[in-house]
């Protein structure tokens, strides 16, 4: 089955058909989108409800003006806030246990397109990369932290080999004047790694996804809303999640084995004295990639993997 998308100049949601049928959607069910975005995935899954109800949660506030002019005519309920309050969105809302949730992760076609927002090395920009609009921007931190951590940042979360000579670069270089735009950024990048390096390709890519991670606290977000999330499900209800790098889909992937692995005893005990039971079976056993057409129609969807997981015991 298709599904309608409008307004994909905004943003266009990857894996919507595969999403929406991992999520096998009651239509009397209650959902949540943590990751509104455009609304794109919220549409379709408010599209499929007949008395049931989705809440649609986004930090970024351009997100949220968005979604609700997308979801006005539909069962929606449009929230201002991180995906890690979940619990707290819900008990507010007087809900409990949920039929499915969806967490799509990471940065919108939105916030690197529109150049303002600073998360991109395309464009010469404030360097903000705040999702919220809230709180330390990338230009605040650095400014503020030291070498050692900014080096532990790029190569942790960016998993960037030159993370050391380009970490020392910002430092010395700030030493003179402020790092306040991403073309600073990019090019003071650039001079810090190696000319073959640069030949590859742009080397700010690692280091522009590893300080915006650290700004928007990402890796700690997800942490909390995964175990959240699947607290609030149902039994039968669907934990569905798209990532689009290594940490958060190997953090994704340990979340859901560690919530299908039944007795940890010994080998050697002749009974299960434990009395582990699975909490959760995969509803994906390997996770889903984009296609040829979507590929085609959106680059960008080339890094999503989506992994679904239902919840079988509380």
Request: charged share 25%; glycine share 8%; proline share 5%.
């Amino acid at each position: 089955m298709e599904y309608e998308v409008q307004n994909t100049s905004y943003h266009r949601p990857v894996l919507l058909e595969e999403t929406i049928a991992a999520l096998n959607i009651n239509p009397k069910g209650v959902y949540v989108d943590g990751t509104a975005g455009g609304g794109g995935h919220s549409f379709a899954i408010a599209s499929r409800l007949n008395g049931g109800r989705l809440f649609a949660l986004d930090q970024d506030p351009e997100a949220v003006e968005q979604a609700s002019r997308r979801l006005q005519d539909l069962p929606a309920t449009v929230i201002h806030r991180n995906f890690r309050f979940m619990d707290a969105v819900l008990t507010e809302q007087g809900v409990d246990k949920v039929d499915g949730i969806l967490l799509d992760i990471g940065v919108s076609s939105h916030q690197l397109d529109a150049g303002y927002r600073g998360f991109s090395y395309h464009t010469d920009a404030p360097l903000d990369m705040r999702m919220s609009k809230e709180g330390v921007s990338a230009a605040d931190l650095l400014a503020t932290l030291s070498e050692r951590e900014l080096s532990d940042i790029f190569f942790r979360y960016g998993e960037e080999k030159f993370s050391r000579p380009i970490a020392k670069a910002v430092v010395a270089y700030r030493n003179e004047k402020p790092i306040t735009t991403t073309a600073q950024f990019a090019d003071l990048i650039s001079e810090a790694v190696p000319a073959a390096v640069r030949r590859k390709g742009h080397p700010a890519r690692k280091v522009f996804q590893a300080l915006r991670i650290a700004v928007n606290a990402e890796l700690d977000c997800l942490s909390e809303a995964l175990n959240i999330a699947f607290d609030r499900l149902k039994v039968g209800g669907r934990l569905a999640v798209i990532t689009f790098h290594s940490l958060e889909d190997r953090m994704v992937k340990q979340r859901f084995a560690s919530w299908c692995e039944g007795c940890t005893c010994p080998p050697e005990f002749p009974v299960c004295v434990c009395g582990r039971t699975p909490a959760g079976q995969l509803v994906l056993r390997k996770p889903v990639e984009a296609g040829e057409q979507e590929l085609l129609e959106n680059p960008r969807s080339r890094s999503a993997k989506l992994r679904c997981i239902e919840k079988i015991h509380d």
